[in-house]
């Protein structure tokens, strides 16, 4: 898994969550306020933390995964200084350009959301007039998630900065930096975090109402302001961050967190055989492109269109968006696909296992083959797959 998003482990046995012991977000940000007498975060503070966030970002947009509820509650840190990106309810993963176009819901919490969101929800009154939205629309969030820090927005209502000001932005076609131009408060502490720039930042590459525009995580990784204000290595932001924010706001550490044991900095979790990783047949397992040709049957009888046949790669989540695609076209059930990825999986197992005795000259099979049960639908509790995995 990656270093910044919080993880979720299934056990065979019974299901256990496990709920690492992090400082929220919001609760450092609310504390510094009290503590500071509202005066805003610093910006290396603030840049070292969104630079974090990014990276989860750039981590779940790189599989066209829309997160949709950034916000501080959802954001973590260790004891370590290491932020973790949380809470996936609202998650949306964009396999095809159907499941993009449909992608309209205002999930979220609604000061954080982008305009086409706000406009979904407050001014739609048709599923036809909702606006479709992509993984742009965290991009604005992490925009407002530096306004909070640096003005506490949407808690700080002197500042006038309107709660729905993505929706006033949208409709009277006006970028934020016209937005904020009289509002001489919000304008005086954006200076104040400590760079002139960051207005400007904001503008251009965070708040921006098209979403074209938008930066995109790996832009904002890349920017000018990121570069200036953050070190060149990971571990020496994690650093300041513990000295200048956790320390300073949590020095006896009243929470009783830990540096190590549940706060893992990094988790990486593979669902593959032990023995795999003794003689890096793991490694080679990632290498090899395999295919795969299902068909399911419902009472004995083929279901329509379920003859499907692709190819996936053990490196990337290709597999994962094959089965949902087949999920949205109504080839298969959603909770067919835990069932059919571990089959999957199993049979490349065996496939590999077979490649590593056919170099030592036993004989072996490059395709295998299951028939397996279904977990029962609303309109058939007989259901069966029969599998067929191979190397391409």
Known sequence: MHAHVTTVDELSVSVHMVLPRFYALDLLINKYRRDKDGEPMPVRIILMII???????????????????????????????????????CARMLTSEKAALECRTPTGREEFMCFEKQFNLRNAHTLDECMPFTTAADIWSVGVIVLHMVCYFPNEKWHRLPRNFALQMGQQKMPFKWMVSEMVQL??????????????????????????SRA????????????????????????????????????????????????????????IPAEFYWDDTWKELEKRKFGFVL??????????????????????????????????????????????????????????????????????????????????????????AHLEVFFV
């Not at 695609?325 to 990825?341: K, P, T, Y």
Request: hydrophobic content about 35%; aromatic content about 8%.
């Open 51 to 89: 630079r974090q966030l990014c990276r989860a970002l750039e981590y779940l947009h790189a599989s066209n995964i829309v997160h949709s509820d950034i916000q501080p509650e959802n954001i973590y840190i260790t004891r370590g200084g290491t932020v973790k990106l949380g809470h996936f309810a």
């Open 187 to 212: 304008r005086v502490r954006l200076t104040q975090s400590g760079d002139e720039q960051l207005k400007k930042f904001l503008s251009d590459k965070l708040l921006n109402i098209d979403p074209e």
């Open 295 to 384: 068909a399911v049957f419902d009472a004995g009888v083929k279901r329509d269109g379920s003859n499907i046949e692709q190819q996936f790669s053990h490196a990337d989540i290709s597999l994962f968006e094959v089965l949902l695609c087949g999920v949205e076209s109504g080839e298969l059930e959603m909770f067919d696909i835990f069932a059919i990825d571990q089959n999957i999986r199993n049979l490349c197992f065996t496939l590999m296992r077979g490649e590593n005795c056919r170099r030592n000259g036993s004989h072996s099979s490059s395709r295998e083959e299951i028939t397996f049960r279904l977990p029962p639908s609303l309109n058939c509790t007989d259901r069966m």
């Open 216 to 271: 995109t995580a790996q832009q904002v990784l890349d920017s000018s302001l990121i570069k200036k204000w953050c070190f060149s290595s990971l571990d020496e932001d994690k650093s300041y961050l513990v000295r200048k924010l956790i320390h300073e706001l949590d020095w006896p550490n009243r929470f009783k967190l830990e540096s190590d044991g549940f706060n893992y900095d990094a988790c990486e979790a593979k669902d």
